[in-house]
Nanobody, 121 residues
Framework: QVQLVESGGGLVQAGGSLRLSCAASGSIVIINTMGWYRQAPGKQRELVAVITSVGSTNYLDSVKGRFAISRDNAKHSVYLQMNSLKPEDTAVYYC???????????????WGQGTQVTVSS
């Protein structure tokens, strides 16, 4: 059993900043990639940022230069620093981790419950 718990969402004015956190816990052997996705009303879920186990990163074009993803392997945690927020960043943000769990011989994706980020005009 693996759980991901997110925190840090909330309300912010345009141009402001938020820092999202996600901690994985449970029967973890190893975590491969971790990432952040978001879904706005009426839109499909999209990848915002991803980070590999060795620290390589990729970002959605619209957030490059504004968002930064990082991780702490010892804490099984991933973070998303969001600066210069825009109203179009408003969405539910979901943490994702590709995890090999104890008792299994494969990796599987696990998801957080989602945290709301709302950016006012």
């Amino acid at each position: 059993q693996v759980q991901l718990v997110e925190s840090g969402g909330g309300l912010v004015q345009a141009g402001g900043s938020l820092r999202l956190s996600c901690a994985a816990s449970g029967s973890i052997v190893i975590i491969n990639t971790m990432g952040w996705y978001r879904q706005a009303p009426g839109k499909q879920r999209e990848l915002v940022a991803v980070i590999t186990s060795v620290g390589s990163t990729n970002y959605l074009d619209s957030v490059k230069g504004r968002f930064a993803i990082s991780r702490d392997n010892a804490k099984h945690s991933v973070y998303l620093q969001m600066n210069s927020l825009k109203p179009e960043d408003t969405a539910v943000y979901y943490c994702n981790a590709n995890v090999r769990a104890i008792g299994t011989g494969w990796f599987a994706d696990y998801w957080g419950q989602g945290t709301q980020v709302t950016v006012s005009s």
